[in-house]
């Protein structure tokens, strides 16, 4: 996918207040509230600003963090990541290759038997394709 590159007024008309304040301003959407914390479905999550794939159902677990959780990328190329000493503390971001935008951070305490990552991101960044409609 081409980047895509947007003024902040372009996102601004595009995204809702929330989603600009976690996608560009690199917010964080409250635990449990978002609405794919507890989604089932199989398919593909992808990024809001857009529409990049990022995350693979088959690879979402529940953290019991409040946020979705996922074990890697389902695609590597899209997804990126830097470091982040914001609020006084070293932790490692989530964005989004395509259009920059922040989607959670990625944390060394997710299943051990599926590589030890647990990539937090906001359900306010993700948009899903499920399986049904990809076909």
């Not at 999550?45 to 159902?57: E, H, K, N, P, V």
């Not at 922040?102 to 937090?120: Q, S």
């Amino acid at each position: 996918m081409e980047p895509v590159t947007k003024t902040e007024e372009e996102w601004k008309n595009e995204l809702s207040p929330e989603e600009y304040r976690v996608l560009r301003e690199a917010g964080t959407e409250a635990p449990f509230t978002g609405k794919f914390v507890n989604n089932h479905e199989t398919g593909m999550y992808t990024c809001r600003a857009c529409g990049s794939a990022l995350f693979s159902s088959e690879k979402k677990f529940d953290s019991g963090s409040g946020w979705p959780s996922f074990t890697d990328p389902a695609v590597a190329a899209n997804v990126g990541t830097r470091d982040d000493s914001s609020l006084g503390m070293h932790r490692t971001e989530v964005y989004c290759k395509t259009c920059g935008g922040h989607l959670g951070h990625v944390f060394d305490d997710g299943p051990k038997d599926a590589g030890g990552k647990r990539y937090c991101i906001n359900s306010v960044c993700l948009g899903f394709e499920q399986e049904d409609a990809q076909k």
